[in-house]
């Protein structure tokens, strides 16, 4: 079950912050092709950061942490998962905390 480790932390991620976008209607998703093209070039930065690193032995993953599905340079694909969602779930977040402040403002 260790396996999970990494994926559960990105579920965990999911669950926290994409229920905003039903809930709160943030739009985020709805713009995905725009929340994409704001994420891809620090994704790529940080993937390439990773593959430096992970060649030159300065860090690795823990195999038992991950389901053992491997990229490039044996990047495990959580951490790919990791660049996608995680930046989402940020903007979601801060949709969601600029539209309560909104409506909290107006009821002011």
């Known amino acids: 079950m260790s396996h999970f480790g990494y994926l559960a932390m990105l ?4 669950v926290g912050s994409f229920w905003l976008e039903i809930y709160l209607k943030v739009g985020v998703l709805k713009r995905f ?4 093209i704001s994420i891809a070039p620090v994704a790529i930065l ?3 950061w990773d593959f430096y690193a992970v060649t030159k032995g300065h860090w690795r993953f823990d195999s038992k942490q991950v389901i053992g599905i491997y ?3 044996h990047i495990p694909i959580e951490e ?3 660049f996608l ?3 989402l779930a940020a903007l979601m977040t801060i949709e969601a905390v600029t539209a309560v402040k909104k409506n909290w403002n107006d009821e002011l």
């Open 80 to 82: 790919y998962l990791f």
């Open 11 to 14: 579920l965990f991620t999911i």
């Open 46 to 48: 940080f993937i390439l």
């Open 33 to 36: 092709k725009i929340a994409f």
């Open 71 to 73: 990229g490039p340079k």
């Open 85 to 87: 969602i995680v930046p």
